[in-house]
């Protein structure tokens, strides 16, 4: 029993990752130039984070400098499971602890909707998080992420790879896929922080299509749209431009519209 404890804490020694290791990796991806950057995390994938969650917002935060910072909080408040109500400010993220601990700083404001809610921080957080609740996809036409797009953002991967990537359903909306959304309207409910209530219509993913977003990491590569660095005992991906990757995806799936499915 000692070995093994003993065992366990060499394993953990020999990937504790420090803010100033994580913040020296993010720089091998060169000065943070972008306005914004949308971050996909997972806090155990690369090792044991000294400080948690917490060291990984703020080594971002040191990277990107005066830039804002989003985090998807997705939530997923489908009626299908025992019809839950989406509460702002008080339903949780199924994102991950980082985007957690992110939506609940008080820097980061977040946008409504009941399934992919956005958490966002800087001078840039209030244009990208409103009239989510307005829109009728959940990562389309006039969302968040659609914003984010539109200004350029950077995206970064720690220790995730594609699979995270929800900026590839708003290259499908763009796109016009046949596969993107179920046919009948998702209705979802909404309680807002004054207490009122009101039910959303959108369109909802069809998550019955399975999608290929991790295989075509080496696709993006090879045309200098994405970047991975080896950190710890996982990898960091980056995103430059948000922007070249959405138009590069949208004029491929014009081409081939199911590019991003196994359905080819």
Not at 108 to 133: N, Q, T, Y
Not at 140 to 162: H, I, K, W
Request: aromatic residues 8%; charged residues 20%; glycine residues 8%.
């Amino acid at each position: 029993r000692v070995a093994l404890h003993e065992v366990s804490a060499l394993a953990r020694k020999r990937n504790f990752l420090t803010r100033k290791m994580i913040v020296s990796q993010l720089e091998q991806f060169g000065e943070f130039a972008a306005p914004i950057l949308l971050a996909h995390s997972s806090l155990s994938a690369c090792g044991h984070v000294a400080g948690g969650a917490e060291t990984v917002i703020e080594a971002i935060k040191d990277w990107i400098g005066p830039a804002s910072l989003a985090m998807p909080v997705h939530t997923y408040c489908y009626p299908e499971s025992s019809k839950p109500v989406f509460v702002e400010g008080l339903t949780p993220s199924r994102s991950g602890a980082i985007t957690e601990i992110f939506r609940l700083s008080g820097a980061a404001l977040c946008s409504i909707h009941p399934s992919h809610s956005l958490a966002c921080g800087g001078p840039l957080a209030r244009v990208i998080c409103e009239g989510h609740d307005q829109c009728g996809t959940p990562c389309g036409q006039g969302t968040p992420y659609c914003r984010l797009v539109e200004m350029d953002a950077s995206v970064l991967y720690f220790g995730v790879n594609l699979d995270a990537a929800t900026l590839l359903h708003t290259a499908e909306d763009a796109a016009g896929v046949p596969y993107i959304y179920k046919q009948d309207l998702c209705r979802s409910s909404v309680k807002y922080r004054d207490g009122t209530e009101r039910t959303l219509e959108f369109r909802r993913h069809d998550l019955n299509i399975h999608r290929r977003f991790a295989n075509i990491a080496p696709w993006l590569e090879e045309r200098g749209l994405l970047h991975r660095k080896t950190f710890g005992n996982g990898e960091l991906l980056f995103t430059p431009s948000s922007r070249a990757q959405h138009q590069a995806l949208v004029g491929e799936m014009k081409r081939d519209p199911w590019f991003l499915t196994d359905c080819r």
